[in-house]
T-cell receptor, first 116, second 114 residues
Framework: GAVVSQHPSRVICKSGTSVKIECRSL??????MFWYRQFPKQSLMLMAT?????????EQGVEKDKFLINHASLTLSTLTVTSAHPEDSSFYIC????????????FGSGTRLTVV | AQKITQTQPGMFVQEKEAVTLDCTYD???????LFWYKQPSSGEMIFLIY??????QNATEGRYSLNFQKARKSANLVISASQLGDSAMYFC???????????FGTGTSLTVIP
């Protein structure tokens, strides 16, 4: 089945630094990937839609200058949290569309970001 | 606007028993898909089952079945013969047909008791 690899699984960074999270589709090409954010004991909220070769589409209220998304190839999308602050600490999870798979969408394993 | 409601923040079930996790939804779309995902403590989202709004039969995938009642706008997940490994968060989600965005419910934490 379709596999989406997300790296790193956990990261701790100092306030003010930037963190890059990678999302790779391992056995399929993903022209569209999605980035979600999940606070503890809450649901997933879509942050942005990442389109290969074009600019990402951000949801209302998501700062595009803070959460930089790059989808440079058909198998890789990156989310960079710039100038991270403690309130950015959260669980970030990506998803990619694979029409072959049941349900059509596969999620990565997530990244737990802690900003200290 | 789409909205998913899961009214059970936590559920307990005895091992080998069946359990139903509730999900209701609200949408003005005529064509949509309903999904259930399992999220263990490790965090990954595991796809369980899918139901299309025009599917006449309830979806089944092994021990998982979806009790789809379109008129009531409900899509409850039934897990039969619960196992200890079923303990996790369960999310109901909806996506409009042709759209990409998922709308998730707030989740139900299921604990299977030995």
């Amino acid at each position: 089945g379709a596999v989406v690899s997300q790296h790193p699984s956990r990261v701790i960074c100092k306030s003010g630094t930037s963190v890059k999270i990678e999302c790779r589709s391992l056995d399929f090409q993903a022209t569209t990937m999605f980035w979600y954010r999940q606070f503890p004991k809450q649901s997933l909220m879509l942050m942005a839609t990442s389109n290969e070769g074009s600019k990402a589409t951000y949801e209302q209220g998501v700062e595009k200058d803070k959460f930089l998304i790059n989808h440079a190839s058909l198998t890789l999308s990156t989310l960079t949290v710039t100038s991270a602050h403690p309130e950015d600490s959260s669980f970030y999870i990506c998803s990619a569309r694979d029409r072959r798979g049941a349900g059509g969408y596969t999620f990565g394993s997530g990244t737990r970001l802690t900003v200290v | 606007a789409q909205k998913i409601t899961q009214t059970q923040p936590g559920m307990f079930v005895q091992e080998k028993e069946a359990v139903t996790l509730d999900c209701t939804y609200d949408t003005s779309d005529q064509s949509y898909g309903l999904f259930w995902y399992k999220q263990p403590s490790s965090g990954e989202m595991i796809f369980l089952i899918y139901q299309g709004s025009y599917d006449e039969q309830n979806a089944t995938e092994g021990r998982y079945s979806l009790n789809f009642q379109k008129a009531r706008k409900s899509a409850n997940l039934v897990i039969s013969a619960s196992q200890l490994g079923d303990s996790a968060m369960y999310f109901c989600a909806m996506r409009a047909r042709g759209g990409n965005q998922f709308y998730f419910g707030t989740g139900t934490s299921l604990t299977v008791i030995p």
